[in-house]
């Protein structure tokens, strides 16, 4: 794996933790924060391209577009 490939890895592995925390941390002030930040800044740093980053911001819109449809179906129960 050469130094690029493991960047990419590496800012991969570092996105989809920080996500992980995201999901834990849903309904906290700012739980996306770090997840967004880790994906700017390998967008940034070119370890990620332009695709992965829409990906990833995609995903974070789609977790929180759940968990807010969660919540309104809780209430409407």
């Known amino acids: 794996m050469n130094t690029e490939e493991r960047a990419h890895q590496t800012a991969v ?3 989809e933790g920080e ?6 941390d849903l309904g906290k002030p ?3 924060s770090a997840a ?3 994906i700017t800044l390998a967008f ?3 370890a990620i ?3 992965e980053h ?9 977790i929180y577009a759940t968990y807010n ?3 309104k179906q809780g209430v409407a129960a």
């Open 13 to 15: 592995n570092w996105i």
């Open 19 to 24: 996500i992980d925390n995201m999901i834990r």
């Open 30 to 32: 700012n739980a996306s």
């Open 36 to 38: 967004t930040s880790a």
């Open 44 to 46: 940034l740093l070119h």
């Open 49 to 51: 391209n332009e695709d």
């Open 54 to 62: 829409r990906h990833y911001r995609a995903r974070i819109d789609q």
């Open 69 to 71: 449809a969660s919540l």
